[in-house]
């Protein structure tokens, strides 16, 4: 069964930081494209950022380029997902998902994910 859980969300003021985590169960990580996404209230579930476990690959919504940063630990079965200089958008339910295999050219669409996790709530203050 695969299995994914977020941590590290919270409340920051704008300007902040905050570091999320995304643990992945061992028989979905190699070879899978894990995304990071969130939804605000009332809003669409959005893709935030892309990586290929294994490789270099990152992809990055236009919304949180040079302010976010995807990375992976082969050896935790972890994705991070760093977010600097954090903004009242972005503000939501962040979540990660995973597929077998590459990811696609930009950061995926919902529907391309087969396996979510619950999800972490991000709560940035003016």
């Known amino acids: 069964q695969v299995q994914l859980t977020e941590s590290g969300g919270g409340s920051v003021q704008a300007g902040g930081s905050l570091r999320l985590s995304c643990v992945i169960s061992?028989?979905?990580?190699?070879?899978?494209?894990v995304a990071w996404f969130r939804q605000a209230p009332g809003q669409e579930r959005e893709g935030v950022a892309a990586?290929?476990?294994?490789?270099?690959?990152?992809s990055y919504a236009d919304s949180v380029k040079g302010r976010f940063t995807i990375s992976q630990d082969d050896v935790k079965s972890t994705v991070y997902l760093q977010m600097n200089s954090l903004i009242p958008d972005d503000t939501g339910m962040y979540y990660c998902?995973?597929?077998?295999?590459?990811?696609?050219?930009?950061?995926?669409?919902?529907?391309?994910?087969?396996?979510w996790g619950k999800g972490t709530l991000v709560t940035v203050s003016s």
């Open positions: 998902a995973t597929v077998r295999g590459w990811c696609p050219p930009a950061v995926p669409g919902v529907e391309v994910m087969d396996y």
């Open positions: 061992e028989n979905a990580f190699r070879g899978n494209c």
């Open positions: 990586t290929y476990i294994g490789g270099l690959y990152t």
